[in-house]
């Protein structure tokens, strides 16, 4: 079976206020079998994706209605999709933030339009893989006095403080829970592609260290092994 019939139920929906950009991505995707929606402004994507979550949201940042970190931040904190940021922006501090808030990848415009088709496609892959491993999960899992619920991405303290995942940090997060005190590597947690930037992995798993080390900088649950990847370092007992 082709790559092009196996595309033929994802939906990619692409926010750019550039009707030649939505074009131009629009038809490089759906000649990859890939159905495809535009939308020129953060509001009416938002209204879509309420209605029917797309596979992959492909973002420019400078949408005129909002930032698009804007949205990038309420996707990845709330809804299950893949987040593609597509961008004049070409700053260090742009891509960070960008990755920060849980995009998975990042592409500067101008772009070859072969290469986001790539890039999506590898996308779609990772995610299929870690949907079965990792956001199917229904049972808690309780490690060093935290109780995490994938179902709801809540995580618990001992003192009843709770704090909410995203799914990039769910994600990560359950790949480490059901492999106690064995080092992952990056590929491992991050699927096939840790995407184009070094520091992806990284600010990810900063981000999950934010809310479940008592002092991030000086992690004991999740240690990284230099030029290796991370263990989580302590026992994990799984609730039905």
């Known amino acids: 079976m082709s790559e092009t019939t196996l595309n033929n139920n994802k939906m990619i929906y692409v ?4 009707s030649d950009i939505c074009q131009l991505v629009s038809q490089e995707l759906e000649l990859f079998g890939y159905s ?7 509001t009416q994507a938002g209204h879509a994706i309420r209605t029917r979550p797309p596979e992959i949201c492909i973002i420019d940042l400078g949408l ?6 804007e949205l990038v931040k309420q996707l990845c904190d709330k809804h299950n999709v893949g987040v593609m940021i597509l961008s004049g922006r070409n700053s260090v501090p742009d891509k960070v933030l960008g990755l920060e808030l849980g995009a998975d990848d990042y592409i500067v415009k101008p772009f070859i339009p072969r290469e986001l088709v790539a890039r999506v496609n590898s996308l779609v892959r990772r995610l299929e893989n870690t949907g079965t491993d990792t956001r199917s999960e229904t049972r808690s899992a ?9 179902s709801t991405l809540t995580l618990t303290t001992a003192d009843g403080i709770q704090a ?4 990039a940090e769910n994600d990560l997060l359950i790949k480490l ?9 990056r590929d491992q947690l991050m699927g096939e592609s840790a995407g184009p930037f070094d520091r992806s992995i990284d600010v990810r798993m900063s981000r999950v260290r934010k809310k479940i080390e008592l002092d991030p900088k000086n ?5 990284t092994i230099y030029g290796v990847g991370y263990i989580l370092t302590t026992d994990v007992s799984w609730n039905s």
């Open 15 to 18: 926010i750019d206020d550039e």
């Open 36 to 42: 495809v929606r535009t939308f020129t402004t953060g």
């Open 64 to 69: 005129p209605d909002m930032d698009g970190m």
């Open 142 to 150: 309780s490690f060093a006095g935290l109780c995490y619920e994938p």
């Open 164 to 167: 909410e995942l995203s799914s």
């Open 177 to 185: 829970l059901k492999a106690p005190k064995t080092i992952l590597s």
């Open 219 to 223: 992690p004991e649950i999740i240690k």
